[in-house]
């Protein structure tokens, strides 16, 4: 299988994208590769390859809830740019709509 530069100005054409005729050459040339690399790969014997759905094999990695206090509202408050008494001060969003 290849790519020909009708090909590749199809899928430009779909990705709304536009290229030069110097750009399309460089872009066959990169797809035809990668399918040669491809091919490559489907010679290989993977018979007896298990599927994996992840390349690393770990189950449940994440680490054990633990309970901890919480940061007091001066500390979370120290950077904030403005604030309100105990809050962060940030511009109106929502807009009223009657």
């Known amino acids: 299988m290849s790519v020909t530069k009708k090909?590749?100005?199809k899928i430009a054409q779909l990705a709304k994208l536009k290229f030069?005729?110097?750009e399309i050459?460089?872009?066959t040339d990169d797809m035809n590769r990668i399918l040669s690399y491809v091919d490559k790969l489907?010679?290989?014997d993977t018979e007896s390859v298990e599927p994996l759905?992840?390349?690393?094999e770990g189950s449940n990695v994440f680490r054990d809830d633990e309970l901890k206090k919480s940061i007091p509202t001066d500390e979370a408050l120290k950077n904030?740019?403005?604030?309100?008494?105990?809050?962060?001060?940030?511009p109106k969003v929502i807009q009223d709509k009657s």
């Open 7 to 9: 090909d590749v100005e």
């Open 20 to 22: 030069n005729d110097q």
């Open 25 to 27: 050459d460089s872009f």
């Open 42 to 44: 489907n010679e290989l």
């Open 53 to 56: 759905s992840h390349p690393n």
């Open 80 to 90: 904030a740019p403005d604030r309100n008494d105990k809050f962060f001060k940030v």
